[in-house]
């Protein structure tokens, strides 16, 4: 069986003191859930998360991580930090760290390869932009992600691997994939990572889809049978909206 995951990112939102609140908002509603459900703050937040969610089933991970195990990257955290701290999963290739932060295919596949030598699970973004829908382009786009970041990685890394297929053109724009689209996107990724390795892999990991998912979107989207649960963006600063969420998987 296929893990059930809600993960919300928090992108560059929420000092300590909000982040305190909405942990605690969230970890008072929490509904009985047999999905996972995530959180991402901010770096510097991240061991304040953790320790306050020491009783908690919630997971605090990472927004994003660096690929070098220590030295000259300022600004930047290692996997050996994160480990430190608790954390045991970063969100690697978001498509904001993509297009701000120059992020390309050949980078992510260093971070995807350093995360997991250090034991930290990958949850892996990617999709298309806008332009490569109009242009019919989206399945050619996202094997191409697919293949330059991970498909070089032995098939034993597979369990440690989440993916969150997320369209650019549905990210913060409130325009969402239909839930067809979404059923269509993950069949595919699932077919490429079939050819790719073999359908015992294809079928066990995780596909989340992310882009504008909120409480009156999300039964529908999480009904399909390759959409294993959400990332979650702006849904996921509200204790009720992202509650409603992991209520509708
Ligand atoms: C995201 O940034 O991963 C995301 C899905 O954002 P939103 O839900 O706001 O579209």
């Known amino acids: 069986m296929r893990k059930k995951i809600v993960a919300g990112n928090w992108k560059m939102n929420k000092n300590l003191e909000q982040t305190l609140t909405l942990l605690a908002e969230l970890s008072a509603k929490l509904p009985d859930t047999k999905a996972e459900?995530?959180?991402?703050?901010?770096?510097?937040?991240?061991?304040?998360?953790?320790?306050?969610?020491e009783?908690?089933?919630i997971e605090v991970i990472?927004?994003?991580?660096?690929?070098?195990?220590?030295?000259?990257?300022?600004?930047e955290i290692s996997a050996d930090m994160l480990l430190s701290v608790g954390i045991q999963t970063a969100i690697i290739g978001h498509s904001e760290r993509r297009a701000y932060f120059g992020e390309s295919d050949e980078i992510l596949a260093q971070k995807v390869k350093a995360?997991?030598?250090?034991?930290?699970?990958?949850?892996?973004?990617?999709?298309?932009?806008?332009?490569?829908r109009k242009a019919g382009n989206h399945f050619a786009i996202v094997e191409s992600q697919l293949k330059n970041a991970l498909f070089s990685l032995d098939a034993s890394a597979w369990s440690n691997i989440v993916l969150a297929y997320e369209p650019v053109w549905a990210i913060?724009?409130?325009?969402?994939?239909?839930?067809?689209?979404?059923?269509e996107m993950h069949a595919f990724i699932r077919k490429t990572i079939a050819e790719a390795y073999d359908s015992a892999i294809?079928?066990?990991v995780s596909i989340l889809y992310g882009g504008s998912v909120k409480?009156?979107?999300?039964?529908?989207?999480?009904?399909?049978?390759?959409?294993?649960?959400?990332?979650?963006?702006?849904?996921?600063?509200?204790?009720d909206d992202f509650v409603d969420i992991i209520k509708a998987i």
Not at 47 to 53: G, I, K, P, T, Y
Not at 115 to 132: P, Y
């Open 202 to 204: 294809a079928d066990q």
């Open 215 to 239: 409480p009156a979107n999300a039964e529908e989207i999480f009904s399909k049978p390759d959409v294993d649960g959400g990332l979650i963006g702006g849904a996921s600063l509200k204790a």
């Open 62 to 75: 990472a927004q994003n991580m660096h690929f070098a195990e220590s030295g000259a990257y300022t600004g």
């Open 172 to 183: 913060g724009t409130g325009e969402t994939a239909s839930p067809d689209q979404a059923q």
């Open 115 to 132: 995360a997991l030598t250090n034991n930290i699970r990958v949850m892996f973004c990617f999709g298309e932009e806008l332009e490569d």
């Open 37 to 53: 459900v995530m959180v991402a703050p901010t770096s510097i937040n991240l061991l304040s998360a953790v320790r306050n969610l």
């Open 55 to 57: 009783n908690s089933t």
